[in-house]
């Protein structure tokens, strides 16, 4: 197959790179529930740190070799490492031109002919367009850019109670209220130098803004209590870059994302722990980046992110009784950004198809389900798991976290209601706001998208539309046979106590 793959940015990987997020991931995904080129991936990342970093002896000898040792993954890493591997992966389709990449472009038109998608046009940052035809064309934008130059039917936000008759739906659709977004940064910590920014021009607002939440929050955002994601009740947290383990029972933010211990590495190669900077404290939610206004959104979620680095080198209270740690250093250089700010904002949420099948709360929510597994769907496409983590939103709304099941993704989700040869190859599948919180990870949306590609070049080897693939049995079949030929894992493990 041919492929022409358009990137918003200079870097490949969205989350993994531009969007700066080390991975968030399952507590099995060592030994299953990834697909193997994303097994790849993961031995790869360490990989390059054996072969391009100074790591100690005993670190380069751990199998598992998680270079931040961060507590939020077992794979918390600097985001150019996975912008190498990956470009390492795809190097061999570039050179034998069956890739083409296009960076700083974004789609700005289709030519739609019925329920066919003909061409979509890009743009590059400098002004240049060009125009795409294909086959079938995959949505793996950020936020679900294609569907509405394409027509595609979409639906954003909380969907009603009536329309999906999910436990945490509203009985009203709110459409505009979306999950926070956060613009995230990176920083480490030079004991005795002074590296505090120029405080920024929104700071004022920041330090004394109060969330207006429901369930309430409990006081201000920058702060070191926050609302516990699960029972809502004020939570506190630590701050303490200085440290090298979270005392037992507490939270040590700092070390929560650390992308690079210090420790992992020869004396002298950090100046100190390098930690990745995506908490509640600089979630934005006063608004989303889908209408108008998204620019000056994304405007206020940088000045929010910078207010909140500003307030923790200047203001915020240290375990000691002090104030601030001027030594924590903005690290623009690990972000490839003149800001210091990631290359673009994390997305929780985008426009997600009207599909052939919609996954639902009842479908995975723990709570919600009379057995202990999840639905089991006929057309699985691969697997996932994670809670259903939703954000606070636009719309007011405090956390929603509720446990959920190892679940599989079903191939009618992403596939549109009637549009033919495009398919949803992200967050924009066909899931709810419920349970978009639980497949918006890493893991979860890698698979997504490598089986949106597997099922066009299936469609295009065949003959037949990815619809006709999902309604019939033997072709379903023996686009399943090729998913497992390929690594994706179908099912999960079924464990019979003895």
């Keep these: 197959m041919r492929v022409v793959m358009t990137e918003e940015t200079d870097w490949l990987g969205g989350q993994m790179t531009s969007q700066m997020v080390p991975p968030d991931e399952h507590p099995w995904i060592e030994q299953f529930g990834g697909t193997r080129l ?42 150019a490492v996975s912008v190498a591997v990956l470009g390492a992966m795809l190097a061999p389709y570039l050179s034998g031109g069956q890739l083409t990449v296009l960076y700083d472009t974004v789609p700005v038109r289709a030519d739609v002919g019925g329920d066919k998608v003909r061409a979509v046009t890009v743009r590059h940052k400098s002004g240049t367009e060009k125009t795409i035809t294909a086959a079938y064309f995959v949505d793996a934008t950020e936020q679900g850019d294609l569907l509405p130059l394409a ?33 995230c940064f990176a920083v480490d910590y030079v004991a005795g130098e002074d590296h505090a920014i120029e405080k920024p021009s929104e700071y004022g607002f920041w330090r004394d803004y109060v969330p207006a939440m429901k369930p309430a929050w409990p006081g201000k955002l920058l702060s070191w209590e926050m609302s516990d994601p699960v029972t809502l009740k004020p939570r506190r947290v630590m701050f303490d870059p200085a440290a090298e383990k979270s005392p037992p029972g507490e939270l040590n933010l700092f070390i929560y994302r650390r992308i690079a211990n210090k420790r992992n590495f020869a004396p002298g190669s950090y100046a100190g722990d390098v930690s990745l900077v995506n908490w509640p404290q600089n979630d ?42 001027k030594g924590l250093r903005l690290r623009g250089d690990l972000a490839g950004t003149e800001d210091g700010l990631a ?5 929780r949420e985008a426009r997600r198809i009207r599909a052939e099948f919609t996954v639902l709360e009842q479908h995975v929510a723990a709570d919600a389900r009379k057995s202990k597994e999840a639905e089991v769907f006929a057309d699985s496409v691969g697997v996932g798991s994670y809670r259903i983590d939703l954000h606070p939103s636009s719309g007011g709304d405090n956390y929603v976290d509720v446990s959920s099941l190892p679940f599989q993704i079903p191939l009618g989700a992403l596939i549109p209601r009637r549009v033919e040869n495009l398919l949803a190859g992200s967050k924009n599948l066909g899931v709810t706001h419920i349970t978009n919180g639980c497949y918006r990870l890493h893991p979860v949306e890698w698979n997504i998208g490598e089986a949106a590609g597997a099922v066009a070049a299936e469609a295009i080897r065949t003959g037949h539309p990815p619809r ?3 309604k019939t049995g033997a072709l379903l079949a023996g686009l399943q046979t090729r998913l497992a030929a390929q690594g994706f894992e179908l099912n999960w493990p079924r464990v019979t106590a003895r």
Excluded: C
């Design 343 to 347: 290359k673009s904002p994390y997305i």
């Design 38 to 79: 994303y097994r790849e991936y993961r031995s790869r990342v360490r990989g390059y740190y054996r072969d391009h970093y100074p790591l100690t002896a005993e670190a380069r000898g751990r199998w598992n070799l998680n270079p931040g040792d961060g507590s939020v993954s077992r794979l918390t890493h600097e985001p």
């Design 151 to 183: 027509g595609v039917e979409f639906v954003t936000g909380f969907e009603s109670q009536k329309e999906t008759d999910e436990p945490h739906a509203p009985a009203v659709a709110q459409p505009a209220n979306m999950q926070a977004f956060t613009v």
């Design 468 to 470: 006709h693939l999902r």
């Design 284 to 325: 934005y939610w006063l608004g989303d980046l889908l209408g108008n206004g998204a620019a000056g959104h994304l405007a206020r979620g940088k000045q929010l992110s910078l207010s909140l680095l500003y307030w923790m080198q200047t203001e915020a209270p240290r375990p000691d009784g002090g104030q601030g740690w």
